[in-house]
């Protein structure tokens, strides 16, 4: 049915020379680096180079969402507006795009937001690093798989959590809008190879797995740890006939940089107290019921203040605007939720240290010629693994080697009455990271290189 792989390559070489000290301090390393705006007077426009989304050639119809100033908005409520379907909804848009527009002018922190349409994520992004000159950007992000929620009247919300005070000055200026598109002589739900709309994007209903509102935070959930689990109870309608969880994650505080952090044997024979560890390996696992039924092993975003300027202005690093989220196929185990009970879904991070930010959207396509589908697992594999670990480390300097691979696959069937299909779902998994600290741990060298192959 789909097929994705995405290897993924990460070298990080000799981020310039440091102290240990300062290694898990780079925010404020090369927040100082910026502080030093040139003397351009027009505002730079930062971007992130992805590819255009393939909108028809026709007028679109406009909505905006939110104008909003977010000055001192951390620990605050998310900022929200009422959603109401705009008239030209009277037909299935071909296309929906969002678009996030902002400026900003001063000093201030890359900062972390979401957007959330009913609960539901629609995008998961971080700020551009303001010039005192001012900066601009936009972000735009094809979101016609949530084409169902755009249909009723719901709460839109954002959180970025902003501090102002004499030295951080940034106000973020945002504008987040709604384009949709109209193709009069194609219907985008049928294609007509094969008419069953489980096998295409969108899904009839896309329910959130996040926090409720009201709230002093984004909607996702927060994991502190490797032991905490985040769950929340979900009852799926009975006629539901295909599922997928698409989770959204981003990296915070200690694990920012968790690429590079350090095993807890190395700061503690240091004496090192107070510096992130846990190592370089991190896995978010996806529960039904307690099952692993999926795992994800995220790419390494780094947000627009991480490391080096060189990585983030004014071209930002690969998803740094629009994170990446990622897609777990639950069809096999449908049977278990086809039962009109609630079943708790969670989630959690391996080696986790303060803080992730995790949540998912569950899509799921629906029987229209019947209230009640039926399905049975098959066979279901999530065998334990243990990564390999190689160290060798002489006082500060060293190296550390990590090598993981985990397979996790499922199979079931489910009778609709589009007929009776067996959906297989496996994930290969790989990584590898070496990690060198030299010349008493002021030079950090590391490798690591993750490759992820999804099928359905
Ligand atoms: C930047 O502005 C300062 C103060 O106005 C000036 O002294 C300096 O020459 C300018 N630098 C450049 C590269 O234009
Ligand atoms: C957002 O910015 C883009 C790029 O400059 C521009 O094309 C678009 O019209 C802007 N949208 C709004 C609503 O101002
Ligand atoms: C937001 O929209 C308002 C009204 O159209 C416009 O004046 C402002 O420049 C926009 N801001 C951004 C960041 O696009
Ligand atoms: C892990 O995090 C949870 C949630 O914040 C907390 O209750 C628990 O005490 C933490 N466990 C450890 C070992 O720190
Ligand atoms: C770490 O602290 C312990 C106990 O204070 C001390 O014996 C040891 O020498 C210290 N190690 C290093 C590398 O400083
Ligand atoms: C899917 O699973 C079924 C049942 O276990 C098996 O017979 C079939 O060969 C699998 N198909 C693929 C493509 O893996
Ligand atoms: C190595 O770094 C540690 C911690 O900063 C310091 O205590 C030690 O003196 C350094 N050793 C050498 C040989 O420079």
């Given at each position: 049915?789909a097929?994705s792989?995405f ?40 971007f992130e180079v992805t590819r255009p989304i393939p909108v028809p050639d026709t007028q679109p119809c406009y909505y905006?969402l ?17 959603y109401?379907?705009p008239?030209c909804l009277?037909?299935i848009p071909s296309h929906i795009v969002l678009e996030w527009n ?12 979401g957007v959330w349409l009913?609960?539901v994520e629609l995008l998961r992004s ?11 950007w936009t972000v735009q992000k094809d979101v016609t798989k949530y084409s169902s929620l755009f249909f009723?009247?719901?709460?839109f ?19 987040v809008s709604l384009y949709f598109y109209f193709e009069?002589?194609k219907?985008y739900l049928?294609d ?8 295409h994007f969108p899904a009839?209903?896309v ?37 997928v969880?698409e989770v959204y ?50 790419f ?18 690969i998803g740094s605007f629009n994170l990446p989220s990622y897609n ?33 959207n569950?899509h ?93």
């Amino acid at each position: 049915m789909a097929t994705s792989s995405f290897p993924i390559l990460i070298l990080l070489l000799s981020l310039l020379p440091f102290s240990y000290s300062h290694l898990h301090k780079l925010k404020s390393t090369t927040s100082r680096l910026h502080s030093n705006p040139d003397n351009t007077t027009s505002p730079t426009t930062f971007f992130e180079v992805t590819r255009p989304i393939p909108v028809p050639d026709t007028q679109p119809c406009y909505y905006l969402l939110l104008q909003h100033d977010f000055a001192y908005t951390y620990n605050k409520p998310p900022v929200t507006s009422s959603y109401t379907p705009p008239s030209c909804l009277t037909q299935i848009p071909s296309h929906i795009v969002l678009e996030w527009n902002a400026t900003c002018k001063g000093r201030q922190f890359d900062r972390i937001f979401g957007v959330w349409l009913g609960g539901v994520e629609l995008l998961r992004s971080c700020t551009a690093e303001p010039r005192a000159t001012g900066i601009i950007w936009t972000v735009q992000k094809d979101v016609t798989k949530y084409s169902s929620l755009f249909f009723k009247e719901s709460t839109f919300a954002v959180y970025l959590g902003n501090l102002v005070d004499s030295t951080y000055t940034g106000v973020y200026h945002v504008n987040v809008s709604l384009y949709f598109y109209f193709e009069s002589d194609k219907l985008y739900l049928l294609d007509e190879q094969d008419n069953i709309p489980a096998f295409h994007f969108p899904a009839d209903l896309v329910l959130p797995i996040s926090r409720n509102l009201p709230l002093n935070d984004g909607l996702w959930f927060l994991i502190q740890n490797s032991t905490d689990i985040q769950s929340k109870e979900l009852t799926v309608p009975s006629n539901a006939y295909r599922a997928v969880l698409e989770v959204y994650i981003s990296f915070h505080s200690d694990d920012e940089f968790w690429y590079s952090n350090p095993p807890n044997n190395y700061i503690s024979e240091n004496n090192l107290t107070g510096e992130p560890g846990n190592g370089p390996f991190r896995e978010v696992t996806l529960r039904l019921d307690g099952d692993v039924v999926g795992a994800v092993w995220p790419f390494t975003v780094i947000y627009t203040g991480g490391i080096n300027p060189l990585l983030w202005r004014p071209i930002t690093g690969i998803g740094s605007f629009n994170l990446p989220s990622y897609n777990i196929e639950i069809t096999p185990f449908l049977d278990r939720l086809l039962d009109g009970k609630p079943h708790i879904f969670g989630f959690g991070v391996t080696n986790a240290l303060d803080v992730w930010f995790v949540d998912a959207n569950l899509h799921l396509w629906l029987d229209q010629k019947s209230s009640k589908t039926d399905g049975n697992l098959l066979k279901y594999e999530a065998p334990a693994y243990v990564p390999r670990t190689i160290s060798k480390f002489d006082g500060l300097d060293g190296e550390l080697k990590i090598n993981a691979q985990r397979r996790i696959s499922s199979t079931g069937w489910i009778k609709s009455s589009y007929g009776q299909f067996t959906f297989n779902f496996s994930q290969e998994l790989h990584f590898q990271n070496s990690m060198e600290f030299r010349d008493n741990a002021s030079i950090q060298l590391v490798r690591q290189t993750i490759e992820s192959t999804y099928s359905t």
